[in-house]
């Protein structure tokens, strides 16, 4: 039985990530407020979690602030300040 060679695990931790700020972007209080805080999980390289931000950063319509806490705020449209 052929199988696929295994993903890169820089490539499984970003989209692993992303799943996580997806579902965060897609709670109820987070589509009420157009934004939510994200921080970097223990088991998130730094290296996936700097890519996922560099990506969110780039995208049209998206406002990301970096927090004093180490956390980001990712935000759509004007949110209001929770």
């Given at each position: 039985m052929h199988r696929p060679p295994p993903a890169n695990s820089?490539?499984?931790?970003c989209a692993i990530l992303?799943?996580?700020?997806?579902?965060?972007?897609?709670?109820?209080h987070a589509?009420?407020?157009?934004?939510?805080?994200?921080?970097?999980?223990e088991n998130e390289s730094a290296e996936a979690w700097l890519q996922v931000?560099?990506?969110?950063?780039?995208?049209?319509?998206i406002r990301m602030d970096r927090l004093e806490s180490g956390a980001i705020?990712?935000?759509?449209?004007?949110?209001?300040?929770?």
């Amino acid at each position: 039985m052929h199988r696929p060679p295994p993903a890169n695990s820089s490539e499984t931790s970003c989209a692993i990530l992303r799943r996580r700020i997806q579902r965060l972007i897609a709670a109820p209080h987070a589509q009420k407020t157009q934004s939510v805080v994200v921080t970097k999980s223990e088991n998130e390289s730094a290296e996936a979690w700097l890519q996922v931000l560099e990506e969110i950063e780039e995208t049209d319509g998206i406002r990301m602030d970096r927090l004093e806490s180490g956390a980001i705020r990712i935000g759509w449209r004007e949110y209001c300040e929770a």
